[in-house]
């Protein structure tokens, strides 16, 4: 079941959007909720700070009471897990503004071919399935990054490393900013690494390793955080 939350001002949007999801779920095959707002207001926020499984957020950015990015940011700060999709008339002025704010959003579209774009955005969410999405800002650059692949980050020459299974990536943050951003399921091996425990096939502090499941090996690990990650599988 996935749980739609959509907000714009003008009513002929959400009309598009609610017909675009409608078809979506008939060609992938998945039962869904729905509730929309033509502004962001006090039901809004309520139903922001409802527990739902698998919510996705449609939102307007130019509303006349509040900025949708700056919602999204708000949004953020209890909910982490949820998907967010910007929608703006004027996407490319948004952009700078997109890019460097701290919500962890999945895309950003034009409203100009809204049906064609959108249409395909869920179809590609719905088959890989929901996944929390890593929004970096470094540089003036955006990296995109799904949590659950990354394997470990680590510290190095006053960047971060981000290691996933093909490639890694070095982005001008600290490790402690990153930790803020990452599920319960990210623990620190070391001052200067954090470690997926769910992407962990063994590790030896005695060894000074950590192996994962493809058979990549971190040797970042210390007596000062191995009992966290004892604790974790107990």
Known sequence: MYNFIVVDDKKEFIDIIVKIIENSSKKCKYEYNLKSFLDYNEDFYKTVYTYMKNKIYIL???????????????????????????????????MRFIVKCSANYYCSLSKDNLEVELAIKLENLIKRG??????????????????????????????????????????????????????????????????NM?????????????????????????????????????
Not at 67 to 86: C, H, P, R, Y
Not at 223 to 230: A, L, S
Request: net charge neutral.
């Open 130 to 195: 929901i996944q929390k999405i890593i929004n970096i800002s470094s540089n003036n650059m955006l990296y995109q990054v799904v949590e659950n692949d990354i394997l470990y980050i680590e510290f190095d020459k006053g960047k971060i490393v981000i290691v996933n299974e093909n490639y890694s990536v070095s982005v001008n943050k600290s490790l402690n900013e990153m930790y803020k951003l990452l599920s319960n399921n990210f623990l620190y091996s070391h001052k200067a690494c954090i470690v």
């Open 198 to 234: 769910l992407q962990i096939a063994n590790y030896s502090l005695s060894k000074q390793e950590v192996v994962f499941k493809n058979d990549k090996k971190c040797n970042l690990i210390s007596r000062k955080y191995v009992k966290n990650m004892d604790n974790f599988y107990k």
């Open 60 to 94: 307007d950015i130019e509303v006349p009471s509040a900025n949708g990015i700056q919602v999204a940011e708000k949004i953020s700060l209890t909910d982490k897990d949820s998907t967010i999709i910007f929608v703006s008339a004027y996407e490319d002025a948004y």
